[in-house]
C-alpha cells in the first residue's frame, strides 16, 4: 500500500520553461512534506519542505504547493535550468507515531526529470 | 559530501552469502535509518536507530539486521542474499529521533549486486 505516490515516472521539460512535478498522498496523519533531488551515483538531497499548515513554500526557483483536501502536493521550477535534471522523490512524514513509521519519511517512486537546452 | 559516510560504495557477491554496510553519519547526528532502493522502486525504509536504540522498523526482512554502536555509526547486516537483494542501500541520519521539516541528509549509498 503506497502511502506517497508520484505517478508520473519522467518529465521532460525545455530550459527555461516551468516544470511541475506531482505527488498524491493518502495518509491524512502526515503533516510534513519534503522534496528531495537526486542525481546518479549520489544520495537524495533535501531541497524544500512544507508544513501543513501553509499551502505554499517558496525559495528561489522551487515553490512547493500543497492542497490538503484533495491530499496532493506539487513542486514548481521556474525556470528550469539543465541542471535541474535528476530524480526528484517526494516524501512525508506524521510527527505523531503512525503505524510502523513513527514519524519517518515515507518516499514516493520517483519523477525523473529532463531539462532540454 | 553530504557529511554521512557509507562504505563500501559498491559490493559484488554471490547468492546465499553475507555481506555487511556500514555507515558513519554526519556529526551530531543521533539517528540513522536505513532505505532501500530496487530497480523502479522509491526509497523503502527500512530500519532507523536513535542514539543506539532500535526505534522503528519498516520494511526489513528477517534475512536483515542493524545495530548502531556508541559511537553512533551503523551497520546493516543481510544474509542469505538473494539475487532480489540487489538494490542501492541509502544510509541517513538526522539529529532527532523523527523527520520533520528538516528531513534527513542522506549518504552516497552502497550498490549491493548479488550474482
Known amino acids: 500500500d503506497q502511502q506517497v505516490k508520484q505517478n508520473s515516472p519522467s518529465l521532460s521539460v525545455q530550459e527555461g520553461r516551468i516544470s511541475i512535478l506531482n505527488c498524491d498522498y493518502t495518509n491524512s496523519m502526515f503533516d510534513y512534506f519534503l522534496w528531495y533531488k537526486k542525481y546518479p551515483a549520489e544520495g537524495p538531497t533535501f531541497l524544500i519542505s512544507i508544513s501543513s499548515i501553509k499551502d505554499k513554500n517558496e525559495d528561489g526557483r522551487f515553490t512547493v504547493f500543497l492542497n490538503k483536501s484533495a491530499k496532493h502536493l506539487s513542486l514548481h521550477i521556474v525556470p528550469s535550468q539543465p541542471g535541474d535534471s535528476a530524480v526528484y522523490f517526494c516524501?512525508?512524514?506524521?510527527?505523531?507515531?503512525?503505524?510502523?513509521?513513527?514519524?519517518?519519511?515515507?518516499f514516493g517512486k520517483g519523477t525523473k526529470l529532463s531539462v532540454k537546452p | 559530501d553530504s557529511g554521512v559516510t557509507q562504505t563500501p560504495k559498491h559490493l559484488i557477491t554471490a547468492t546465499g552469502q553475507r555481506v555487511t554496510l556500514r555507515c558513519s553519519p554526519r556529526s551530531g547526528d543521533l539517528s540513522v535509518y536505513w532505505y532501500q532502493q530496487s530497480l523502479d522502486q522509491g526509497l523503502q525504509f527500512l530500519i532507523q536507530y536513535y542514539n543506539g536504540e532500535e526505534r522503528a522498523k519498516g520494511n526489513i526482512l528477517e534475512r536483515f539486521s542493524a545495530q548502531q554502536f556508541p559511537d553512533l555509526h551503523s551497520e546493516l547486516n543481510l544474509s542469505s542474499l538473494e539475487l532480489g537483494d540487489s538494490a542501492l542501500y541509502f544510509c541517513?541520519?538526522?539529529?532527532?529521533?523523527?523527520?520533520?521539516?528538516?528531513?534527513?541528509?542522506f549518504g552516497s549509498g552502497t550498490r549491493l549486486t548479488v550474482v
Open positions: 516524501a512525508a512524514s506524521a510527527r505523531l507515531n503512525y503505524g510502523g513509521s513513527q514519524g519517518n519519511l515515507i
Open positions: 541517513a541520519s538526522s539529529i532527532s529521533r523523527t523527520g520533520s521539516a528538516y528531513g534527513y541528509t
